[in-house]
């Protein structure tokens, strides 16, 4: 293999950020691009209308409401490494965008909050990367506020998600009294100093705990708690095994504080000695190693339209799994069942682009898409035309019917309405024996309706009415030959199809779906949907 190439894919390390909403996660992306020389001030999310917002929010809605509600891709170099960081929204109605996310990250960061501990939106999340087995790092943020008993986080986070905790620095106090985190590996405390906020720069001052001018730094109270907290410490927290920590089975916890920028190069050095570049992924013929496949591959797993709105575009983003891409190159799209021009390729800073001319194994980059693609797509130049594991759809919970206020504007909300469905933010199904006269739209969360409403009055000048639906379960029909006409079912379902035509059942209580399966022998319905 061509060693300039596995040069460039030894150097990667692709990570999503994740969180529940207000931990923090925006506030430490930020830091990270601070100490990769890609943005020279931090922004802020919710600071007045004139304020820069932070540059990992992109799209108005989300500049208003100070929430990220897309994934943003953003690139920087740091210690000999080209990192790729998955910003995720936080939200929990925006779950699904996140999981698409975490199925193209290598390992994940958990931005936790010092004062809450393990939160709702976390538990989702950590889940789905539990389910994937792929390495979490935890981040304790907000330390210069008050935070909760130590122990006590680590023991919520070891209970309630179920992984053992490996801290690699501690925190002296918290609030007014946090005094800066003791490395436990080098045996020094990293001083606090609230001198960092907006920029990189700033000195992080260490001494030794055992410096005779310790006391000078750290109050001697303060002294004797942390040394009788690295004795209990030694004793009961789990011992540091890099294969456990890349098994998913061991997460390494950092403490710091986002906003003042103390701790964030700490954890950054760690985190690249402990992450590894990109992993193998599974095919339907079998594990397609970087280190081994020369040849270039890809899958989509997002679809964003109208990026920018004097073109009108819409990207397709995908997770590069071997080989190096080239400007303009030609590749297979398997789903497609044709070659492409891979057209227009660029990497995103939110809403800034550049073009780039090659990308490699680990990269995320954004192709123009003349609306070919699909989630889940897979693209190579090997003979093989493999094809990565799909990415299961999520199904929704909430649903209402929608139509426009302007019946003139018929094509514009066709057109609208399809393309967001194309991104994955919302699902379009019709009424079982109508053509599109009526839209019904589900989701999984309820704020993704205010997103498709003002997402198709601010892109596409079209008004929309929403009226809501009872519906709160949805299943998918999986035999292929069934007569929806013939089915039998509860005086609260409802039977309607996908764009691609394939027969669904709307329900209002859990009961009717078994009461449904009992009426017609044979049937099988399943709970997720395929991309």
Not at 250 to 268: D, I, K
Request: glycine share 8%.
């Amino acid at each position: 293999m061509n060693k300039m190439i596995t040069d460039e894919i030894k150097k990667r390390r692709t990570f999503a950020i994740i969180s529940h909403p207000d931990a923090g996660k925006t506030t430490l992306t930020e830091k990270f691009l601070l100490y990769g020389g890609a943005i020279n001030q931090a922004g802020s999310v919710k600071g007045k209308a004139t304020a820069k917002h932070a540059v990992s929010d992109w799209m108005d809605i989300e500049k208003e409401r100070g929430i990220s509600v897309t994934s943003s891709v953003l690139q920087f170099e740091f210690g000999g490494c080209c990192i790729n960081i998955l910003d995720t929204p936080g939200h929990q109605d925006f779950s699904e965008d996140t999981y698409r996310t975490l199925m193209a990250a290598d390992s994940a960061v958990m931005v936790i909050d010092a004062s809450k501990g393990v939160e709702a939106q976390t538990r989702k999340l950590f889940k789905v990367c539990a389910m994937r087995h792929i390495p979490i790092f935890t981040f304790i943020n907000k330390m210069d506020r008050e935070a909760r008993d130590t122990f006590d986080l680590l023991d919520e986070i070891e209970k309630e998600l179920g992984i053992p905790t490996c801290p690699v620095n501690w925190p002296i106090g918290s609030g007014k009294e946090f005094a800066g985190v003791y490395d436990r590996e080098k045996g020094v405390i990293d001083l606090f100093e609230d001198t960092m906020k907006g920029t990189r720069m700033g000195t992080m001052k260490e001494v030794a705990l055992d410096a005779p001018d310790v006391t000078s730094y750290v109050s001697e109270d303060a002294l004797d708690v942390l040394k009788e907290e690295i004795e209990l410490l030694d004793g009961a927290s789990a011992e540091f095994d890099q294969s456990e920590v890349d098994a998913g089975k061991l997460s390494p916890v950092f403490f710091g504080s986002a906003l003042m920028n103390f701790g964030v190069e700490t954890f950054l050095n760690y985190f690249l000695a402990m992450t590894t570049p990109p992993l193998p992924r599974m095919s339907d013929q079998g594990i397609i190693d970087p280190a081994e496949e020369e040849e270039f591959s890809a899958f989509v797993f997002k679809i964003q339209a109208n990026m920018n709105k004097a073109h009108r575009d819409r990207i397709a983003f995908m997770r590069i799994c071997s080989g190096k891409f080239e400007a303009g190159m030609d590749a297979f799209h398997v789903q497609g069942g044709k070659k492409v021009r891979l057209a227009q390729p660029q990497q995103m800073m939110a809403s800034e682009r550049k073009m780039i001319e090659e990308a490699y194994a680990g990269d995320i980059i954004g192709i123009f898409d003349p609306g070919i693609f699909s989630i889940g797509d897979t693209l190579t130049t090997s003979d093989k035309k493999f094809a990565f594991e799909g990415i299961p759809t999520f199904a929704p919970e909430h649903f209402a019917r929608v139509r426009q206020v302007n019946t003139m504007k018929r094509k514009q909300f066709i057109k609208g309405i399809n393309q967001i469905a194309q991104e994955g933010a919302i699902q379009i199904f019709q009424e079982f024996n109508t053509g599109m006269e009526e839209i019904i739209v589900g989701v999984v969360g309820t704020l993704q309706f205010d997103v498709l409403k003002y997402r198709l009055n601010h892109e596409y000048n079209v008004e929309i009415i929403m009226e809501g639906l009872p519906y709160e379960y949805i299943r998918w029909i999986e035999n292929p030959d069934i007569d929806l006409d013939k089915l039998k079912g509860t005086s609260d379902m409802k039977k309607i199809k996908d764009l691609k035509g394939r027969p669904l059942l709307l329900f209002i209580n859990s009961w009717s779906i078994g009461m449904t399966l009992e009426r017609n022998e044979g049937l099988e319905l399943a709970e997720f949907g395929r991309a």
